[in-house]
């Protein structure tokens, strides 16, 4: 340490001129004659006032002994800046033969200091010589340039480093009482200081027992807002001059800090170290066994510094033994965050192992846990310009813990009744902004995710990766990968926030998702069951969950397959408007309390946050449903109508449907909140089946009609056959007469003309 040097070399050089002169001085000469004229002295030469109103003795041997009382120190016209009561010092004379310095006892007594630094930032203590004043106007050739006083200046100080110091042995050195107040009028300042200071066998190359306490207040200049403060050290001490190198072992330092401006008071703290070395020509600083305690809070550490002076570099592992974040909070008088569980952030612990430059820091491994979480993390900071790269690998992380107690529904299925100041707590926090932007437009970096074991307001994750970077405003996640609920969410997204408004957006990929314990678990809505399969775009603008909500935007194509509408039966649905129509009942105990499907299919398209469904279809083998309609998530509500057509087979003995109604396709009517009974949300319109059944009756009286009109037709068709037939039976009778007759007019005629014929062949003849 070349400080270290040029003092002992000069403290040796002052002790020896000290002594020859003192050991001249005190045989012949009363030292108490010379006040005068050494005030005289120091104020022609230095500008300095001094106050020597106490005796001046010494000794000569075996020890040269100086002793001083009542002293005071002035600087110019200036109030006295130092005081002290007593001033003792006692130098060994044979040990200077062999140059060695014994000093058996240093001690300063009730010391006072009071140092000013005005307005215009001059201190009391800088002050210029009477010498300086008056030479300061000249600037003659005779002067020493700054270069050449410089050079000589360095050469002289290499010169007295590279001569041996001399052997310095102290026996004690005492500072009682020493008072110093430091008053500063540019920064509103005053602080008042009281020390003692206590060292024992001080030597060279050993180490020697160092004690020191003290006591400081802080205020403003009219002694408002003080912070006080009291501390104590102990340690062994050592130096090394030839090595520039000293080394401090066994530290202790305890320290109590009282002010209203902290959260509590008193705040202690202890700091202990099994070592501490610094190493001026290599610039290295090496603490071992570092530990810090304080509110039940134990951090231990090990650093290492290189080139500190130059190209600062360091190292350290730094340990959090375990202890109770939320005792901590209460000790320090912080409001605990609202939390459900009143066990969560009872225990914590971390390891840190962290090394860098002025240009990057490292941390690797950093090792927490937290209640029943452990997460392992690795990041690497660029500090110029700022950018991270940061990897984070987490189990067992249930949010719900850390986040208050959600209201209950209570007996009548309203809400539990809340006070004023919770409703204005929760219309700020929903008026609030959701997203940090000037936070976010200054983040640049990337950062790995993966977690296992994750709950977020009772959604329940196995896996979550994702990779996401930051820049200048642009947040990407890509991608995101989850695993929950017996499938896998595949999705990208995106955070702009370089423009006015926010803009989020998300292309989500869901593969096999159980659709019912996922929503049951996170909006405690149980109205649908199935896999569930689903792929498509979404926007939202805006920073705060009412503007997101309210500006969604996209396009989804959705596909459940076994599934159940849960909670609504359609088929009962249908069947109690069956028999309404008909001003029946019907038996509830035969139907299920679900709609089991095989499939449901339909595209989604949103426009400021109104879902619409277009191409509705559910199939199973009991329905067909097809359907249309809107689910406003602002409003929380749904307005939809389903057009379901029954299986008659199954239900003749539940509603009597016959063959007929299974031809047709029943309105069904879903109007509600979320919030209500899924038993309720859904009715038959009943107009649309007394329209249906009119239509029935319309087709079954004009059925009749055709039959009737088809028998009449038949029957008169047949009474025209047989009329037809009877005709020409008749007229197949009279022919055959007609043709008898002919035959047997024939035949007469025949038989008379053959008698004609005898009867001219008899006249003939």
């Not at 009219?222 to 006080?228: D, V």
């Amino acid at each position: 340490m070349v400080w270290i040097k040029r003092l002992s070399l000069l403290v040796a050089g002052l002790l020896a001129i000290i002594a020859i002169l003192l050991a001249y001085v005190m045989l012949f000469v009363n030292p108490n004659d010379f006040k005068d004229e050494l005030k005289s002295v120091a104020l022609e030469k230095a500008n300095v006032n001094l106050r020597l109103d106490g005796d001046i003795s010494w000794s000569f041997f075996p020890w040269l002994g100086l002793s001083l009382e009542d002293i005071g120190v002035a600087l110019g016209t200036d109030a006295e800046i130092v005081q002290f009561d007593r001033a003792e010092f006692g130098l060994a004379i044979l040990p200077l033969l062999e140059q060695k310095v014994q000093v058996n006892k240093v001690s300063l007594v009730n010391v006072k200091a009071r140092l000013n630094k005005d307005a215009q930032g001059q201190g009391n203590w800088q002050l210029e010589t009477a010498e300086e004043v008056s030479g300061s106007g000249s600037t003659g050739s005779n002067a020493p340039t700054t270069a050449s006083a410089s050079s000589e200046q360095a050469n002289d100080e290499n010169d007295a480093i590279n001569k041996k110091l001399p052997d310095i042995q102290l026996d004690e050195l005492r500072i009682e009482n020493a008072q110093v107040e430091y008053r500063d009028e540019q920064t509103n300042q005053l602080i008042n200081a009281t020390l003692n200071v206590q060292l024992n066998d001080v030597q060279w190359d050993k180490a020697w027992p160092m004690v020191m306490d003290i006591a400081v207040t802080q205020s403003d200049l009219q002694g408002q807002s003080p912070i006080k403060a009291k501390a104590t050290l102990n340690a062994n001490l050592a130096v090394f001059p030839e090595r520039e190198f000293l080394t401090l072992d066994s530290l202790v330092l305890s320290a109590d800090v009282e002010s209203t401006a902290l959260p509590t008071s008193p705040i202690n703290a202890k700091l202990s170290a099994v070592k501490v070395d610094v190493d001026l020509p290599q610039e290295n600083v090496l603490i071992d066994g570092l530990n810090l305690s304080s509110f039940g809070v134990n951090l231990d550490a090990k650093i290492q510094a290189y080139q500190v002076l130059s190209e600062p570099q360091f190292s350290a592992v730094l340990s959090v033994g375990e202890f109770n974040p939320r005792y901590l909070l209460t000790r320090l008088k912080l409001p605990l965050p609202e939390m459900s569980d009143e066990t969560a952030m009872t225990k914590a612990r971390a390891n840190i192992t962290v090394e860098g430059d002025l240009n990057s820091i490292i941390a690797q491994p950093i090792s927490i846990a937290l209640d029943d979480t452990n997460i392992e993390a690795n990041a690497v900071v660029d500090l110029s310009p700022l950018r991270w790269d940061i990897k984070v690998a987490g189990k067992n992380l249930n949010l719900d813990r850390y986040l208050p107690t959600p209201i209950e529904p209570n007996e009548n299925g309203s809400k539990e009744a809340i006070t004023e100041a919770q409703i204005e707590e929760k219309a700020a926090a929903a008026a609030g902004e959701l997203i940090p932007v000037e936070l976010i437009r200054g983040l640049n970096g990337h950062v790995g995710l993966t977690f296992e074991g994750l709950t977020v307001k009772k959604l329940k994750i196995d896996k979550i990766t994702l990779d996401s970077t930051q820049q200048n405003g642009l947040v990407t996640v890509s991608p995101l990968n989850v695993a929950l609920y017996k499938g896998t969410v595949s999705s990208k997204a995106s955070l702009d926030v370089r423009g006015k408004t926010p803009i989020l957006d998300v292309s989500p990929a869901i593969d096999g998702v159980q659709i019912q314990p996922l929503l049951m678990d996170f909006m405690e809505m149980d109205k649908i069951a199935g896999s569930t399969f689903l792929n498509g775009d979404l926007r939202a603008k805006g920073n705060r969950m009412d503007d997101l909500i309210s500006s969604l935007q996209g396009d989804l194509l959705i596909d459940i397959r076994n599934g159940a509408l849960v909670g609504t039966n359609l088929t009962k649905t249908v069947c109690e408007g069956i028999a309404a129509t008909r001003k029946e009942q019907i038996n509830e105990q035969l139907f299920g309390k679900d709609t089991p499907f095989e499939t449901m299919r339909f595209p989604a398209h949103i426009v400021n946050g109104r879902v619409s469904t277009p191409g509705l279809k559910i199939s199973s083998a009991g329905i067909q449903v097809t359907g249309d309609g809107v689910v406003s998530l602002p409003d929380s509500s749904l307005n939809y109508q389903a057009n379901v057509g029954v299986a008659g087979s199954a239900l003749d003995k539940a509603c009597r449907v016959n063959e007929k109604l299974t031809r047709l396709a029943f309105p069904i009517v879903c109007k509600g909140q979320f919030s209500d009974d899924p038993a309720g949300l859904c009715r038959p319109d009943l107009k649309g089946f007394a329209s249906l059944f009119a239509n029935i009756a319309k087709e079954e009286l004009t059925l009749k009609l055709d039959e009737e009109k088809a028998e009449l037709k038949a029957k008169a068709e047949a009474e025209k056959a047989r009329l037809k037939e009877k005709v020409d039976a008749e007229k197949a009778r009279l022919k055959a007469e007609l043709e008898e007759k002919r035959k047997a007019e024939e035949e007469r005629a025949k038989e008379k003309l053959k008698e004609k014929l005898k009867d001219k062949l008899k006249n003939l003849l």
